[in-house]
């Protein structure tokens, strides 16, 4: 399946996620990990979707996110700053997610400037991700690969499907 | 705020509904009253992007739908059969959502040839609304106007904002 620029710029409006994990790592200089991320959740039938996404912008995963949910995800610094960040620069959002997105993207550009390696840094990062997805749907997020802990901030959407209760 | 078609395809895919209201009303011929009705609900913040639907599509309207919950809403078979159902013809949805609107569209179609106004083309049309929204997301609609009863099927997604709890 194809995806046009402007349905991916229309279907993250709806469905996408950025958000900004932060997990205490005591083996981290500054104690924390910063772990961005964007997500595209949808239910399993739709899961070609997700690999469409993923084909569509060159990086990520798909991944069961719990119960009959699917995620398209992307973490990683490299991906998200050389295909993520650039694409909604070229093609911005419409609905108010966007201002999520710009704090994302101020978040990606102080890691790759190694911002999140300094207690400094880490603290301004934490300001950022604080002021994200806020008053937004939310859904619990699977379980962290990489952090000790459970990020401090969850994303975005929780849906509600009938079928999962 | 001017929309592309592509856009509105893709962020339909996510939010819009589809969805077919059958109310008791015992003034009507067949005893029923088919209400067939194109849906997209936002949180308040984004009800700039409803009012551009409307734009965009030229009918319905947008009205608060519950709590913090805007809807963009076209009813009237004149608007569906003219304005919804054309132009997702033309731009194909891309999620398992086309094949509620396939169903959609059949209802509008029988409408337009009158079979809503006989017992024998309600029970066709009950029996397609039956299939549809089956395992979707859903939230609970805005009472209707002008039916005597609750529709016997409601649209496809419950959100949870935590800010309306």
Redesign the interface.
């Known amino acids: 399946?194809k995806?046009?620029?402007?349905?991916?710029?229309?279907?993250?409006?709806?469905?996408g996620c950025y958000h900004v994990g932060i997990a205490k790592h005591p083996e981290m200089r500054a104690g924390v990990q910063v772990l961005p991320e964007f997500t595209v959740v949808?239910?399993e039938?739709?899961a070609q979707?997700l690999h469409?996404l993923k084909a569509f912008f060159g990086c990520g995963v798909v991944r069961r996110n719990h119960g009959a949910r699917m995620a398209y995800r992307v973490r990683g610094l490299e991906q998200l700053g050389a295909h993520i960040v650039p694409f909604f620069e070229r093609h911005p959002l419409?609905?108010?997610k966007r201002l999520d997105f710009d704090k994302f993207r101020r978040v990606v550009r102080l890691m790759e400037a190694g911002e999140h390696l300094t207690p400094e840094g880490t603290a301004r990062i934490r300001a950022i991700a604080a002021q994200m997805n806020r008053?937004?749907?939310?859904e619990s997020p699977a379980p962290l690969e990489t952090g000790e802990d459970e990020p401090s901030e969850i994303p975005c959407?929780?849906?509600?499907?009938?079928?999962e209760r």
């Not at 995806?3 to 469905?15: Q, R, Y």
């Not at 959407?157 to 079928?163: A, K, L, Q, T, Y």
């Open positions: 399946m995806l046009d620029a402007e349905w991916v710029t229309g279907f993250v409006d709806g469905e949808q239910h039938r739709d979707l469409a419409k609905s108010q008053g937004r749907l939310r959407r929780v849906s509600s499907d009938p079928h």
